[in-house]
């Protein structure tokens, strides 16, 4: 066996912390370790980004932005990242470890997964990255390599930003990502957004269902120039059982156009669930035994290779992920692989690389800039292949593993063919005709000549020329089509709503004015409709919220709110609005409205002296009710009279209010007792005592002031009754 080069991070401690211990994996722009943070005690992946990518100060200064970007970003469906820094010449990101298989291990060792497997893999992937779109983050570099499903039972996004960071460190006119995954926008100069991710994610979804890429060729640029031209196939031309829906999703996200596909991942995800929801179960699992007996051959090939024990408990984990229960197992970052041992590794062909964009003429088609060293580039990409033949169904798919070898050796023989087809003379210039042929050959050169000349002319002064969209807000349609015609670009008038610019008038151009587009791609000219209108709805009958809700809708605003009372209108209410229902106003207007308070408080009235009958009529009569709150003795109200009431006459009430009301029994009947012999002061004490009144006559004149005589006792008589008194 041959002795393993020991990686010199390799037992480093990086900044004082992270302990290197392992190599896991080298990718087109940094190589990921093993460490162990030696402050937390716990294992950490520690992304290492190349020496000479490491020296440019432009990388390095975004490098270390995207990774403080992404770290704001927690997410289960995204790798964390735990810190960043700079070492010496080491420029370093920390993730956290997790174990387990990149999606591009399962897919060579499946070949292709079946529409439910793909399905639940892209729906955890669009989880995260809708959290990383709606962040504001760009991967800009979605493809299998970058995919982990953990042991746990987790899919998990990685290297968000680091192709972004990478494509500093090249020239003008070449940009950073995976060619097979690669959007047009990008090969034609365009930047990259939430929907070139969408496109590689479409890449990616037809891979998945049917185990091959779209397009390859005999160069990256060719590659990347089939993103440009060609429109991807449907999965159903190699997989003719597939269901509709998924061709058309993977259109949807393949459109050259990136108006035409998704806004953002959190739009496709909903309509993945829409499609899987429609989706029967045969379809669900269309080729699962075929897939299965794909992943026992290459178990069995992979066995024999390997001298080293499997890990088996490892490999039931992952087969359990496509179960539908929620404690299956998922995905990692990258495989902890022993380095000493003996193990098949498979072929990469999908590094990250730096190529030459399609609107630079300067550089031929297969001349672009690689990140990664050329021994790790694959065949297909590197020019050296023969050309790829039209996919076709098989009668029966090769496992992975003899796949791969069949794939290395039609490559050899294409390769050998080459270069015997190159040896050939295309022309036997011998000396019979010689003169014809300097001629042909001549005139060959002129049109090669006229060709390259016409392809400068295109680029540089035709209509393929880059030009700067100029401003052509406020202008009438004639104005700003003549200032687009100045500069060579057609204008396609568009109209739209807009509240600030007249009707009739140019609100801007699609691009944006100051956007550098090439002249034969034209503008849209946005013309102004003037604002767009929106119905006043009916608001009376509605509480506040239920109003507010009803005006959002419609792009509309509760303004002021004011109350009153109604005899007819619930209270909370509203009674009425500012705005007449159906009246079309702006976008933003305020409307109005009065709410209800409830029926106006009443006045209670006097019920003393009526009979409870009479009173509760009283009370009823504006909307009060009557409580008989229990009896007394009164000297003044008949009995069955209201001798008192629980709310003073003339307070103000809310309707429904109980008022209490005291009845009177009568007078009270106290038996007068006799007082005849007493003193005067004595015996009106008596009486005055038990209720009574007193009144006093003195016939013979007050002598001896002793009581003589009374006009009643030894009867009972109403509390209150006078008892005269006859003194001497």
């Given amino acids: 066996?041959?002795?393993?080069?020991?990686?010199?991070?390799?037992?480093?401690?990086?900044?004082?912390?992270?302990?290197?211990?392992?190599?896991?994996?080298?990718?087109?722009?940094?190589?990921?370790?093993?460490?162990?943070?030696?402050?937390?005690?716990?294992?950490?992946?520690?992304?290492?980004?190349?020496?000479?990518?490491?020296?440019?100060?432009?990388?390095?200064?975004?490098?270390?932005?995207?990774?403080?970007?992404?770290?704001?970003?927690?997410?289960?469906?995204?790798?964390?990242?735990?810190?960043?820094?700079v070492d010496g010449d080491t420029a370093y990101l920390v993730m956290e470890y997790l174990k387990g298989k990149t999606l591009r291990h399962v897919l060579e060792q499946q070949g292709r997964l079946t529409p439910r497997q793909a399905l639940k893999v892209l729906e955890e992937i669009l989880d995260g990255l809708a959290a990383a779109h709606s962040a504001g983050l760009v991967h800009r570099d979605m493809k299998p390599e970058n995919v982990l499903l953990t042991e746990t039972g987790r899919v998990k996004v990685a290297d968000f930003g680091l192709a972004r960071a990478a494509s500093n460190h090249t020239q003008s006119g070449t940009l950073v990502g995976t060619v097979a995954y690669v959007s047009p926008e990008l090969v034609t100069g365009g930047k990259a957004d939430k929907r070139s991710d969408l496109y590689a994610i479409g890449i990616m979804l037809f891979e998945m269902l049917t185990g091959d890429q779209p397009f390859r060729g005999e160069s990256s640029m060719s590659i990347a120039f089939k993103h440009v031209s060609e429109t991807v196939p449907p999965p159903s031309r190699l997989i003719p059982e597939l269901s509709q829906d998924l061709d058309e999703l993977v259109e949807w996200c393949t459109a050259k156009d990136p108006e035409a596909r998704p806004v953002?991942?959190?739009?496709?995800?909903?309509?993945?669930?829409?499609?899987?929801?429609?989706?029967?179960?045969?379809?669900?699992?269309?080729?699962?035994?075929?897939?299965?007996?794909?992943?026992?051959?290459?178990?069995?090939?992979?066995?024999?290779?390997?001298?080293?024990?499997?890990?088996?408990?490892?490999?039931?984990?992952?087969?359990?992920?496509?179960d539908d229960s929620e404690q299956a197992p998922s995905y990692s970052e990258e495989a902890d692989v022993d380095e000493d041992a003996t193990t098949v590794i498979p072929t990469h062909h999908n590094e990250t690389q730096a190529f030459s964009r399609l609107d630079e003429p300067d550089v031929a088609p297969n001349q672009y800039t690689e990140i990664i060293d050329a021994h790790d580039i694959p065949a297909h990409e590197t020019g050296e292949i023969s050309a790829v033949t039209k996919a076709a169904p098989a009668p029966r798919p090769l496992s992975p593993a003899a796949a791969a070898k069949q794939a290395k050796k039609d490559a050899k023989i294409a390769q050998r063919e080459w270069k015997r087809d190159a040896q050939k003379p295309l022309v036997n210039l011998d000396k019979k005709g010689s003169r014809v042929?300097?001629?042909?050959?001549?005139?060959?050169?002129?049109?090669?000549?006229?060709?390259?000349?016409?392809?400068?002319?295109?680029?540089?002064?035709?209509?393929?020329?880059?030009?700067?969209?100029?401003?052509?807000?406020?202008?009438?349609?004639?104005?700003?089509?003549?200032?687009?015609?100045?500069?060579?670009?057609?204008?396609?008038?568009?109209?739209?709503?807009?509240?600030?610019?007249?009707?009739?008038?140019?609100?801007?151009?699609?691009?944006?004015?100051?956007?550098?587009?090439?002249?034969?791609?034209?503008?849209?000219?946005?013309?102004?409709?003037?604002?767009?209108?929106?119905?006043?709805?009916?608001?009376?009958?509605?509480?506040?919220?239920?109003?507010?809700?009803?005006?959002?809708?419609?792009?509309?605003?509760?303004?002021?709110?004011?109350e009153e009372y109604s005899e007819t209108i619930d209270d909370g209410k509203i009674v009425e609005q500012s705005v007449n229902v159906g009246t079309q106003v702006r976008r933003g207007t305020a409307i109005n409205v009065t709410v209800s308070k409830g029926p106006a408080p009443v006045a209670v009235p006097d019920l003393s002296g009526m009979t409870v009958e009479e009173a509760s009529a009283a009370l009823e009569e504006i909307g009060l009710s009557l409580t008989e709150d229990g009896e007394e003795f009164s000297a003044k109200v008949p009995a069955g009279d209201v001798s008192s009431q629980g709310v003073k006459t003339g307070e103000k009430v809310n309707r429904g209010t109980e008022i209490p009301v005291t009845v009177s029994k009568g007078p009270r009947m106290v038996e007068v007792p006799r007082v005849v012999g007493q003193q005067l002061d004595e015996a009106s004490a008596t009486l005055e005592e038990l209720g009574f009144k007193v009144e006093v006559k003195y016939p013979l004149g007050n002598i001896f002031g002793t009581v003589h005589g009374q006009s009643v006792f030894g009867e009972e008589v109403p509390e209150g009754s006078t008892i005269v008194l006859t003194v001497v």
């Fill in 264 to 322: 953002d991942a959190s739009a496709l995800l909903g309509e993945l669930r829409h499609v899987r929801a429609a989706l029967s179960e045969d379809q669900l699992d269309l080729g699962a035994a075929e897939i299965a007996t794909s992943q026992k051959n290459y178990d069995a090939a992979a066995a024999a290779a390997a001298p080293v024990s499997v890990d088996r408990d490892v490999e039931e984990k992952f087969a359990g992920y496509w």
């Fill in 1 to 85: 066996m041959e002795e393993r080069t020991v990686d010199p991070l390799e037992g480093q401690l990086i900044d004082g912390r992270y302990r290197v211990r392992r190599r896991l994996a080298r990718g087109g722009m940094s190589t990921v370790y093993l460490a162990t943070d030696e402050r937390l005690h716990r294992d950490v992946a520690l992304k290492a980004l190349y020496p000479y990518l490491a020296e440019d100060q432009r990388v390095v200064r975004r490098f270390e932005e995207e990774a403080i970007t992404a770290a704001k970003l927690s997410h289960p469906h995204v790798v964390n990242v735990l810190d960043q820094g």
């Fill in 437 to 562: 042929r300097r001629w042909i050959l001549a005139i060959v050169l002129v049109m090669l000549v006229a060709l390259v000349a016409a392809a400068g002319w295109f680029f540089g002064l035709g209509p393929g020329a880059p030009v700067s969209l100029p401003s052509v807000s406020g202008q009438t349609v004639a104005q700003a089509t003549q200032t687009l015609d100045n500069v060579g670009v057609a204008a396609r008038p568009k109209e739209v709503f807009s509240d600030d610019v007249e009707r009739g008038l140019v609100v801007g151009t699609e691009p944006s004015d100051g956007t550098t587009i090439r002249r034969f791609e034209g503008a849209d000219l946005l013309v102004s409709k003037g604002p767009e209108l929106f119905e006043v709805p009916k608001l009376a009958q509605l509480t506040t919220a239920e109003a507010n809700e009803q005006l959002d809708e419609r792009s509309l605003a509760l303004g002021k709110v004011t």
